[in-house]
């Protein structure tokens, strides 16, 4: 794993969470963006070489809206960057880490993305993520 590449935190309401830490960071979020597949909206706020993605439910039956029933807001995941997200999944696999991606899927902000259970790190959601190939126009 090469660094943290964001902290994930979930929050009911997208718009009142953008204007608090927007405020607590002084610059509003550089980038706003739908995950359909994951049911949620996100936005990122930078600071420095650090990332914040909050992440709001578009729908009743989305991960997000199962977490913030279940814990309610606060810090969701952490997201680490990798050079080879396969070749990632593959080691912590043969670790004894559960991976619930076997697959790597689009993410939010160009990322390929999978997760490894809560369960097999101390509770804590993992999303590792790797940036997506450019997409060759023709």
Do not use: W
């Not at 902290?7 to 997208?14: F, S």
């Not at 706020?45 to 578009?58: S, W």
């Not at 939010?108 to 190939?133: M, R, W, Y």
């Amino acid at each position: 794993m090469d660094k943290i590449e964001h902290i994930g935190i979930a929050v009911k309401d997208l718009e009142t969470s953008n204007a608090l830490f927007e405020t607590l960071f002084g610059a509003p979020p550089y980038k706003e963006e739908a995950v359909a597949s994951e049911g949620v909206i996100t936005s990122f706020f930078k600071f420095g070489p650090n990332k914040i993605e909050l992440l709001a439910a578009t729908s009743e039956d989305s991960p997000i809206a199962k977490f913030l029933e279940k814990k309610g807001e606060g810090i969701h995941h952490i997201a680490f960057a990798v050079t080879d997200l396969k070749g990632e999944i593959a080691r912590l696999k043969s670790e004894g880490f559960r991976v619930l991606n076997e697959e790597p899927k689009m993410g939010a902000d160009n990322k390929l993305i999978a997760f490894l259970h809560p369960k097999s790190t101390n509770g804590v959601l993992i999303e590792l993520c790797q940036e997506a190939p450019a997409e060759s126009g023709s």
